[in-house]
T-cell receptor
Framework: SQQGEEDPQALSIQEGENATMNCSYK?????LQWYRQNSGRGLVHLILIRSNEREKHSGRLRVTLDTSKKSSSLLITASRAADTASYFCATFTGGGNKLTFGTGTQLKVEL | EAQVTQNPRYLITVTGKKLTVTCSQNMNHEYMSWYRQDPGLGLRQIYYSMNVEVTDKGDVPEGYKVSRKEKRNFPLILESPSPNQTSLYFC???????????FGPGTRLTVL
């Protein structure tokens, strides 16, 4: 299995609701990064949380990190149709030089 | 504008015909890397480069080559493409290796 695994694989919600997606990883990390990808396009960085941080906010996004459980969560509050995308977590492995992505969570926000 | 560019954006080729996908960044980043994205498998790192003339294998390097002669450029070379290399390819760069990654727009490659 991969270093980063997102859960759920797919999520469908109504506009205005909150969306929560989770990421688990296996080895110790320097930081954990979340990215968004709109269908078939390049990835866009959302948030980077360092291993000594527990929570970080950016606009409607909230990321938590629990290093004891090797897990992170991304919360999108008051979702919009424009939030429809795939979301990936990523961590550095292999001595810290290789960036490994999970398989992603596909979020669909319906009007 | 700070960006990572890739060319071509779309490419259809035949088995065995050598090709190069270019990647260039204008942010003076040290770390650059290539990924392929396949349905159900997410993004997998092909090669990365910590700096000029320093490259190393990622998780799926077979069938690919790279070079880093200049800081801004990191071309991906497929010397003898095969159909299993049909994929969506992304180049990315960051200031330092563990920093935020900036991605190019992607190159969709089809090998017949």
């Amino acid at each position: 299995s991969q270093q980063g695994e997102e859960d759920p694989q797919a999520l469908s919600i109504q506009e205005g609701e909150n969306a929560t997606m989770n990421c688990s990883y296996k080895t110790s990390i320097n930081n954990l990064q979340w990215y968004r990808q709109n269908s078939g396009r390049g990835l866009v960085h959302l948030i980077l949380i360092r291993s000594n941080e527990r929570e970080k906010h950016s606009g409607r996004l909230r990321v938590t990190l629990d290093t004891s459980k090797k897990s992170s969560s991304l919360l999108i509050t008051a979702s919009r149709a424009a939030d429809t995308a795939s979301y990936f977590c990523a961590t550095f492995t292999g001595g810290g030089n290789k960036l490994t992505f999970g398989t992603g969570t596909q979020l669909k926000v319906e009007l | 504008e700070a960006q990572v560019t890739q060319n071509p954006r779309y490419l259809i080729t035949v088995t065995g015909k050598k090709l190069t996908v270019t990647c260039s960044q204008n942010m003076n980043h040290e770390y650059m890397s290539w990924y392929r994205q396949d349905p159900g498998l997410g993004l997998r790192q092909i090669y990365y480069s910590m700096n000029v003339e320093v490259t190393d294998k990622g998780d799926v390097p077979e069938g690919y080559k790279v070079s880093r002669k200049e800081k801004r450029n990191f071309p991906l070379i497929l010397e003898s493409p095969s159909p299993n290399q049909t994929s969506l390819y992304f180049c990315a760069s960051s200031l330092q290796r563990t920093d935020t990654q900036y991605f190019g727009p992607g190159t969709r490659l089809t090998v017949l």
